[in-house]
């Protein structure tokens, strides 16, 4: 289970950020904002945004993002806790209720048996997972085995949401308080970015920066050692320490040993998961919050510093994803090596802050972070509305004659939305659905057409070979490539893009192919489908399943 860590990488061994140090700067500000916002003290708590924000809250409050963990006593739940028993191999785990409360029990001839009293629900837009503690014997919370999809309703293995491969049973999972508590809830931001501090490697949130190129990383700069020493004496203390740990490399071993659910500013993602601390600004409103990391002891500098590139990195702050189970990343990338974009759900600011338009573009220009559906307002735009996100900064394509000769497809159609080519839906969903790719970019990257597959193209023409898609590309955008590399690639110029992705691709690339050729029912793609019974990846190998019963 220890694959399954969503977000937190811990222990690399390249250094997250550069560090350095220069002489303390005055502890008041002179722009107007919050002098202090990273400490647990400088934190008010989204209950205190109420009066003054109402409707804002109001909304939030009801958003899974908000609710991205719940105490089980009183959150409502999906999951049919009513005697259902979920199966893997030789093992079963029954859910019920007794008592109004929810029990998981887990029967297993590998790893024993056990009785799991459910504390939290964690997720709540796509999928519902749990961590409980065990009623037999003492226990941490931990996460349990089980996740109820909505879109299938049905129960799934935990793990089987990401890049894991085959596991022999069920069994309860990693420490809750050690995986998934500074993510899904509200958290002192000092807390998350120990690592960085310290220049000793990823720690927690943080962990964009060791996996973006170096040229895009961010540096946390210690303003005043002094201060800082301090700063993290007194989150320690916080959290139960002994003895003065003031240094960022003790405080990281005391973090990652002490800090349990009654250490967060509060259960949940909270407005200052994202507004981070606003004591201040609570008790004088014209001391305005930050997004960026507020101190006397240090600050984080980023490379082009605009207003879109800090809110991604707020964003990035845990929709960073890359399993450490699974090396291969899009761009014929690696997630130890040369950075590639991530092909799985919650890694899409990290992906942005890869692509060509972090400086100038930013998250919430198309997800409303205080909405309960982020993306609807999106979707509520006519295409005009979705193109003019582009092309207020790319105002050559603002018209439609420009937009057709530029995308050779209808303006009025969606082979000619911006989004559609540059930001394609090849990754993989919680939903088992393809979601955007949010590294955005051009299908006639060199690096996208000669080391990932599948032509990107395809996934709208998915009739189409590998020779007929590079002709056209070719013709229509002047670009020339090399037909060797795409022979040995898909094995063949005259091979048709999906299948041959299918039967030859990386497993992210033949999930791709999986869905797409479920939607277009290719029946010429069945025997490639059948073969994926075994499929290593049981994410994967369900993909594939889908497909054989929409084209059945």
Not at 191 to 206: D, K, N, P
Not at 316 to 335: I, K, M, N
Request: net charge positive; aromatic share 6%; hydrophobic share 35%.
């Amino acid at each position: 289970m220890r694959t399954l860590l969503l977000v937190f990488v811990l222990g690399l061994s390249a250094c997250a950020s550069a560090v350095t140090t220069k002489a303390p700067s005055p502890a008041a500000t002179s722009d107007g904002f919050v002098a202090s916002n990273v400490r647990f003290r400088d934190y008010a708590g989204t209950k205190a945004c109420q009066k003054c924000h109402e409707s804002y809250v109001a909304s939030w409050l009801k958003s899974p993002m908000h609710n991205m963990t719940r105490l089980a006593a009183t959150a409502e739940v999906k999951g049919p806790f009513d005697g259902t028993v979920f199966s893997l191999k030789d093992d079963s785990a029954t859910l019920e209720t007794v008592g109004g409360e929810r029990y998981v029990t887990i029967r297993s001839k590998q790893f024993g048996d056990g009785r799991w009293k459910v504390t939290r629900v964690i997720g709540g837009h796509h999928r519902e997972d749990y961590a409980g503690v065990r009623v037999d014997a003492p226990s941490e919370e931990r996460v349990l085995p089980v996740t109820y999809v909505f879109a299938t309703k049905s129960l799934r293995y935990k793990g089987y949401s990401v890049m894991v491969k085959e596991r022999p049973g069920l069994r309860a999972g990693t420490v809750w308080s050690e995986t998934c508590i500074f993510c899904h809830n509200t958290a002192p931001h000092l807390s998350t970015v120990l690592g960085a501090l310290g220049g000793r490697g990823g720690y927690q949130g943080e962990v964009v920066d060791p996996l973006l190129p170096a040229d895009k990383r961010a540096s946390y700069v210690v303003k005043d050692q002094a201060a800082l020493s301090d700063a993290l004496e007194e989150e320690t203390a916080r959290l139960g320490a002994r003895k003065a740990h003031a240094t960022p490399t003790d405080a990281v071993a005391v973090t990652r040993a002490r800090f349990k659910s009654e250490h967060l500013v509060e259960i949940g993602i909270g407005c200052e998961a994202c507004h981070l601390g606003s004591a201040e600004h609570v008790a004088d409103p014209a001391k305005k919050p930050s997004f960026e990391p507020r101190s006397s002891f240090y600050e984080m500098k980023t490379k082009t510093g605009t207003h879109a590139e800090k809110i991604n990195r707020v964003c990035a702050r845990c929709h960073q994803v890359l399993f450490s189970g699974y090396d291969p990343t899009w761009e014929g990338g690696s997630r130890r090596g040369r950075s590639g974009g991530s092909h799985i759900n919650s890694g899409e600011a990290r992906d942005m802050l890869l692509g060509a338009c972090t400086s100038k573009l930013s998250c919430v220009e198309c997800h409303d972070p205080h909405a309960r559906d982020a993306t609807a307002s999106l979707r509520a735009l006519d295409a005009a509305g979705q193109d003019k996100l582009c092309t207020r900064c790319h105002e050559k394509y603002a018209t439609a004659d420009a937009l057709r000769a530029h995308a050779h497809h209808d303006p009025a159609r969606d082979g000619a939305r911006c989004i559609s080519c540059h930001m394609p839906k090849k990754n993989m969903s919680l939903d088992g659905d393809l979601s955007r790719y949010h590294r955005i970019g051009s299908p006639t990257d060199p690096e996208r057409v000669m080391l990932d597959r599948p032509l990107e193209c395809a996934l709208c023409h998915a009739d189409k070979s590998v020779e007929t898609l590079v002709t056209t590309m070719e013709k229509w955008w002047n670009k020339s490539y090399e037909r060797t590399g795409l022979a040995n690639l898909y094995g063949s110029l005259d091979a048709n893009v999906m299948r041959a992705t299918a039967e030859r691709g990386k497993p992210h690339e033949q999930a791709v192919a999986f869905f797409v050729l479920g939607q277009v029912k290719d029946r010429k793609a069945v025997p490639i489908l059948e073969a994926q019974s075994e499929h290593p990846y049981p994410l994967v190998r369900g993909y594939a399943e889908r497909a054989l019963e929409q084209i059945k």
